[in-house]
């Protein structure tokens, strides 16, 4: 079935910085990759999402990349601020089904 | 827009009782969805509703846990014995036509 690996598990930077979390899936039929931010104790919410016809999408401080040849996408966060410290999730998901499998998270800190 | 709204938001109880938890998805969402997500790791879903009709549950370990929504509006998901390893964050989502997944605010269950 589908798998979905998430690194790093943990991830420190310093305000200001960027901040790199990436993914890798397996099943090639993957079309749609959203990206959630869990803060503590609050429900996962969407921040951005990539279709399989792209490579790339925007929003403000925030982006997503895919390499559909490697199987894998990233989310890109520039000019880190302290309330961009939560856990985001990937997920890969098949239209048709619609079928998320999520990765298994990375904690991100931004020091101030 | 009101959100999906989730009740009760923590539970305490001991192994072999049972637990109910409640949903109600956004308004006009046929797609409802029952997650687990246990502490350090991504949600898995537990079973997928189109209307008041089962898409997938092939994750729901159906010894224990059973799930209904009825009406096709809101669902409950109950878990009877339950076990310690049970212990998670149950999360409910709904979702349109699209397949964008809103979350709920969790059930924290905790199982002594």
Same mark, same amino acid.
Request: hydrophobic share 30%; glycine share 8%.
């Given at each position: ?7 790093? @598990? ?63 996408? @990233? ?38 | ?18 637990? *109910?938890?409640?949903?109600?998805? +956004?308004? &006009?969402? *046929? ?6 997500? +246990?502490?350090?790791? &991504? ?27 009825? !009406? ?5 998901? !109950? ?34």
């Amino acid at each position: 079935g589908e798998n979905v690996e998430q690194h790093p @598990s943990t991830l420190s930077v310093q305000e200001g910085d960027s901040a790199v979390i990436k993914c890798t899936y397996s099943d090639s039929a993957s079309n749609y990759f959203p990206w959630y931010k869990q803060e503590l104790g609050k429900r996962p919410q969407l921040i951005i999402d990539i279709r399989s016809n792209v490579g790339e999408k925007k929003d403000q401080r925030i982006a997503v990349t895919l390499n559909k040849t490697a199987k894998h996408f @990233s989310l890109h966060i520039t000019e880190t601020q302290p309330e961009d410290s939560a856990v985001y999730f990937c997920a890969a998901s098949t239209s048709g089904t619609y079928k998320y499998i999520f990765g298994t998270g990375t904690r991100l800190k931004v020091l101030a | 827009e009101a959100g999906v709204a989730q009740s009760p938001r923590y539970k305490i109880i001991e192994k072999r009782q049972s637990v *109910a938890f409640w949903c109600n998805p +956004i308004s &006009g969402h *046929a797609t409802l969805y029952w997650y687990q997500q +246990i502490l350090g790791q &991504g949600p898995k879903l537990l079973i997928q509703f189109q209307n008041n009709g089962v898409v997938d549950d092939s994750q729901l370990p159906k010894d224990r846990f059973s799930a209904e929504r009825l !009406k096709g509006v809101d669902s409950t998901l !109950k878990i009877q014995p339950a076990k310690l390893e049970d212990s998670a964050v149950y999360l409910c989502a709904s979702s349109p036509t699209s397949g964008i997944r809103y979350f709920g605010p969790g059930t924290r269950l905790t199982v002594t």
